[in-house]
C-alpha cells in the first residue's frame, strides 16, 4: 500500500467544554473540527506539528498535549490513506481564549452540544471515547470524500 499522508488533529478540552473551530478554507470547509493539518516533513515530531497547527490556526499555545488515537481514513478518491494522530490538551491555553484566524473561527462548545452534524460523519464514534480519556484506533472508509460507508474503531 502507498505510504499514508500523516496529519494532526489537536482537541483542547476539560471533559466538559471543547475548543473547536469552525474551518473557513481548504479541506473541511464549513465543518467544525479540532486543529491540526500536515505534519512537515522535515524532522518535525508529530507533537510538535499539533501545537504549531493549534497556535496557526487559533493563537494559542498548548502547554502539553497527550496523544490520544490514530485514526486512518481511507478516501475513495484519493490516492493514499490519511494518517491522523488525535491529540488533547487541557484548558490552561496561552492566552486564555483563541482568536479567529485565516482558517480557522474557533468557539467553544458544552460536550453535550458538540455540533456533530456540522462535522466529519467519523466524530460522532470517536468523541465520545475521547471524551472518556480513552485510547482509540480506527478505520473510517469513505465514498466521494465525505460519504462514511464503513468503519472499524477500537479502544487500545
Ligand atoms: P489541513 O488540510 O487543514 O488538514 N481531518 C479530519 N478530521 C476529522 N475529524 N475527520 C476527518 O474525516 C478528517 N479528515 C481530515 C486532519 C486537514 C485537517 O483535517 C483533519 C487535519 O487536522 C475524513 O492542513
Redesign the pocket.
Known amino acids: 500500500m502507498a505510504k499514508a499522508k500523516v496529519?494532526?488533529?489537536l482537541i483542547p478540552t476539560d471533559g466538559k467544554r471543547v475548543l473547536l473551530g469552525l474551518?473557513k478554507r481548504?479541506?473541511?470547509e464549513g465543518?467544525y473540527?479540532?486543529?491540526?493539518?500536515?505534519v512537515e516533513p522535515s524532522d518535525e515530531s508529530v507533537e510538535a506539528a499539533a501545537r504549531r497547527?493549534l497556535e496557526e490556526?487559533a493563537g494559542v499555545t498548548a502547554k502539553e498535549c497527550v496523544r490520544k488515537g490514530l485514526?486512518r481514513?481511507h478516501?475513495d478518491d484519493k490516492p493514499v490513506p490519511?494518517e491522523?494522530h488525535v491529540f488533547t490538551t487541557g484548558l490552561n491555553l496561552e492566552p486564555k481564549e483563541p482568536k479567529e484566524t485565516e482558517?480557522m473561527k474557533p468557539q467553544w462548545f458544552a460536550v453535550e452540544d458538540i455540533p456533530y452534524q456540522k462535522?466529519?460523519?467519523?466524530?460522532e464514534y470517536w468523541y465520545p471515547l475521547l471524551l472518556a480519556g480513552k485510547e482509540f484506533e480506527g478505520d473510517?472508509y469513505?465514498e466521494n470524500?465525505?460519504k462514511l460507508v464503513r468503519h472499524h474503531l477500537r479502544e487500545t
Open positions: 496529519l494532526t488533529l474551518k481548504g479541506f473541511g465543518y473540527n479540532g486543529f491540526g493539518g500536515k497547527e490556526e485514526l481514513f478516501f490519511w491522523v482558517e462535522m466529519w460523519a467519523d466524530d473510517f469513505f470524500t465525505h
